[in-house]
């Protein structure tokens, strides 16, 4: 698979996370609608400025955006991703209490 494909893969990815149209993240990064159709198709290649915004537009790392194979198998887990995403948006302290609160429950249900 190209690399243009590959990382626009992950930005679609990555958007539809964030419940982001191609239209709104375009608004973000200061591009078109079209722009960001093309990049997801592997039609567009990208400057690494514009690669930079995308990545702080979805708040993810640059190197998000590019394919991880050891990551591979959750792809399709879909609720997973969304587990990290609204991870990524709280505090470390929160983020701290959310595993507590996930390990104490998964203690109970193992026994």
Do not use: C
């Amino acid at each position: 698979m190209k690399v243009a494909k590959q990382v626009g893969d992950q930005v679609r990815h990555y958007r539809n996370l964030k419940g982001l149209t191609q239209e709104q993240l375009a608004e973000l990064v200061d591009t078109y609608g079209t722009y960001i159709g093309r990049l997801e198709r592997g039609e567009q290649n990208v400057q690494l400025e514009t690669l930079e915004k995308i990545a702080d537009a979805l708040q993810i790392s640059v190197y998000a955006l590019f394919n991880h194979p050891q990551f591979d198998h959750l792809n399709n887990q879909e609720w997973i991703w969304q587990v990290v995403h609204l991870l990524q948006e709280q505090s470390t302290d929160e983020q701290e209490r959310a595993y507590r609160v996930l390990s104490e429950m998964f203690k109970k249900t193992s026994k």
